[in-house]
């Protein structure tokens, strides 16, 4: 219920407060025929019944670091900041200035909300449509942040496939579903509690959740998010904080030993479904001069490395510390994920890796691929091809969770 928008409450308790008149003890009861009572009645579980099943709204950031304009068109009538856009199909290009943000040679200001003007219209951002409204705000340094509000369940049909393929079984599928809309729920919630500090809850990049809008849903995709509507993962009847990765390589990792924050269902846990997935094994080289390079580059006064030393692992072999020995005898430790970080996450799959020096190039090979936290996305879907549940393989990945259906 706390999902209700606030004028839905409004409305509630005018219609409660006005139906109370009707309850045989009531002070003020009015003598009204019985058929006024149970229209009145429907009109109101059915009100009651809409706004109990009304999705959250979400806010995702959709533009990039720098971007300084925008193009915006639609596939049907919209507005930009009120102005009717009759010609919709033509582009019309914002641009962020110094006196704020700019349409032709209109100034619209430093915060613009363009709207369909029907249900059915689509606003396209550059060319890629998407649901709900769009806002454009002008930060410091004349650079434009572009997100796209919408109901929480219409952003999910954007995110599956940017995140797995929905040719999976349905289960895999659906267990996406309920885990991308638990995602989203929590940094909606941890926006809540900075009282929506910034403009966003979250990313639309592989930094939070991936989002691609309308381009990206198929009757798949959609399907699996209707199924699963209002679906979350619990934990003592609180929505759970869950993370989920590509492939585990065998070994899923705890998000203490990952990020230092500690979750009972969170924990590292063997697991043999992903073995054969094309992310299972994994292999980089890379040249001495260009590690250092990269070091270099990043501020590190570094010089010519001699071995990279493994300190510590986790209890499923994953990295947590390693040496880096470099000239005149100096060394540098560093954490497993701060190094995957460092030399590129797509480079270091995971930190599920041996390293060795073979004349001038360090050799990594490793397993899987993501931080190793949750559900493993491969290993969801061998789970879901062998005939386990939706809420078999969620328990499995998040252990002592419930799945509670909120709206
Ligand atoms: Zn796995």
């Known amino acids: 219920m706390r999902y209700i928008k606030f004028y839905n409450l409004k409305k509630t308790l005018v219609i409660l407060s006005y139906l109370m008149e009707y309850c045989p003890f009531h002070p003020l009861r009015k003598r009204r025929n019985r058929v006024e009572f149970i229209i009145i009645f429907s009109f109101l579980s059915l009100f009651v019944l809409k706004a109990c099943a009304s999705s959250p709204v979400i806010r995702v950031k959709i533009s990039s670091e720098k971007q300084r304009k925008v193009k915006i068109s639609a596939t049907g009538p919209y507005r930009i900041k009120g102005e009717r856009i009759k010609n919709f199909l033509a582009a019309q290009e914002l641009r962020a200035t110094l006196k704020g943000i700019v349409m032709e040679d209109k100034i619209l200001g430093k915060e613009v909300w363009i709207k369909p003007e029907r249900d059915s219209s689509l606003i396209m951002v550059n060319g890629r449509r998407y649901r709900g409204d769009i806002l454009i705000f002008q930060q410091n340094g004349s650079f434009l942040e572009i997100i796209n509000q919408l109901p929480l369940e219409e952003y999910l049909y954007g995110v599956i496939r940017a995140e797995i393929s929905s040719n999976w079984p349905a289960a895999a599928v659906r267990a996406q579903a309920i885990a991308s809309r638990t995602y989203a729920l929590n940094k909606r919630n941890d926006s809540l509690k900075k009282n929506n500090e910034e403009n966003y809850d979250l990313f639309s990049t592989v930094k939070h959740q991936v989002y691609r809008g309308v381009e990206a849903e198929d009757d798949k995709a959609r399907e699996a998010v209707d199924a699963t509507k209002g679906k979350v993962i619990t934990y003592q009847s609180e929505v759970a904080t869950i993370f989920y990765h590509d492939c585990c390589g065998g070994h899923t990792a705890s998000s203490e030993s990952v990020w230092g924050k500690a979750f009972p269902y969170l924990k590292a846990k063997k697991e043999n479904f ?61 954490k497993g994920n701060d190094f995957r970080n460092l030399i590129g996450t797509d480079k270091l799959r995971s930190t599920l890796f041996k390293v060795k020096k073979e004349n001038d190039y360090f050799i990594f090979t490793g397993r899987g691929r993501g931080h190793g936290v949750g559900m493993c996305q491969q290993g969801a879907k061998v789970m879901a091809e062998r005939g386990f549940t939706t809420e078999e393989i969620l328990k499995f990945y998040y252990p002592g969770t419930e799945i509670k259906k909120i709206y």
């Open 274 to 334: 992903c073995k054969g997935s094309p992310h299972y094994y994994w292999k980089f080289r890379i040249k001495r001069d260009n590690l250092e390079k990269i070091f270099k580059d990043n501020g590190f006064k570094i010089g010519k490395i001699y071995s990279i030393v493994p300190l510590t692992f986790d209890e499923g072999g994953r990295m947590q510390k390693l040496r880096i020995n470099y000239s005149n005898g100096d060394i540098l430790d560093l």
